[in-house]
């Protein structure tokens, strides 16, 4: 049977904020085309490889505006008992920029009409801040211990785990992508800054109106320890499999 690669671009102009207080991950509008960035359970769900690219901008033409950039693949291995992903991201706001690279893994369980895929996820990060930039105006930076001084960048390791399955017409998952507190201060003596745990859980199922229509309704919610709720609820329409459309609403971000 010939192998078919599938190569997914998804080109995203936000012009609206979409972060939440106490969140440190991206977040991308099109998260049914990104299902590997919230869940590693979810590699080699699809029966061919995958390879995904991001690109999005918020607040275009202001100076140090958030931009994000993500790529990741995906494939299955073993007869589809394996699922292999792996995925680098970088994000740049303002002197500050992170690069991470994760590593994904699922061991996949075949029931009667689907797979339960059981993930494993290694990253590392590398979190920069460059207190040299001319376009910073703080007054005698280096003089006051609460400002840094000069281009300082660390990195931390992390793990995480994410249960998926997929099944006829159905999906869900649950997933922490980091697991560990890791500190995110570049002073040793302090510990104020913190990565934290994202809980995502993802689901959605799909109705055939018609023969050569298909909807599909999804949720992601997403959950920080100090941050309010968030999830993105989508429709997605398929006409005789050529057609695709949908509409995504997104709440949460401004409760208490």
């Known amino acids: 049977m010939p192998k078919t690669f599938t190569l997914s671009f998804v080109l995203i102009f936000n012009v609206f904020c979409c972060t939440l207080d106490a969140q440190q991950e991206s977040t991308f509008s099109q998260f049914m085309y990104n299902k590997l960035a919230?869940?590693?359970?979810?590699a080699g769900n699809t029966e061919s490889p995958v390879?995904?690219?991001?690109?999005?901008?918020q607040w275009i033409g202001f100076d140090g505006a958030l931009n994000a950039q993500r790529i990741a693949y995906s494939q299955s291995a073993m007869n589809r008992r394996v699922g292999l992903g792996g995925a680098l991201a970088r994000m740049e706001i303002g002197i500050t920029r992170t690069l991470t690279?994760?590593?994904?893994?699922a061991y996949r369980i075949a029931f009667r009409r689907g797979y339960l895929g059981l993930g494993l996820q290694a990253s590392i990060r590398q979190f920069a801040q460059d207190w040299s930039d001319d376009r910073l105006k703080a007054p005698q930076i280096?003089?006051?211990?609460?400002v840094p001084a000069g281009n300082l960048n660390k990195?931390?390791?992390?793990?995480?785990?994410?249960?998926?399955?997929?099944?006829y017409r159905f999906y869900a998952g649950l997933a922490v992508p980091r697991l560990f507190?890791?500190?995110i201060d570049f002073s040793e003596d302090e510990n104020f800054s913190k990565e934290v745990q994202h809980f995502n859980g993802m689901a959605g199922i799909d109705f055939r109106p018609a023969e050569d229509v298909k909807l599909t309704p999804q949720i992601l919610m997403r959950y920080v320890s100090g941050a309010p709720f968030d999830a993105d609820i989508n429709l997605t329409a398929v006409f005789k499999e050529?057609?695709?459309?949908?509409?995504t609403y997104r709440t949460g971000g401004d409760g208490p």
């Open 181 to 183: 507190p890791n500190n």
């Open 242 to 247: 050529r057609l695709y459309t949908g509409l």
């Open 51 to 57: 390879l995904t690219i991001h690109d999005r901008h």
């Open 142 to 146: 280096g003089q006051d211990p609460a």
């Open 101 to 105: 690279f994760e590593a994904s893994y």
């Open 155 to 167: 990195f931390f390791p992390n793990f995480g785990v994410g249960i998926f399955y997929s099944g």
């Open 38 to 42: 919230y869940n590693p359970g979810y």
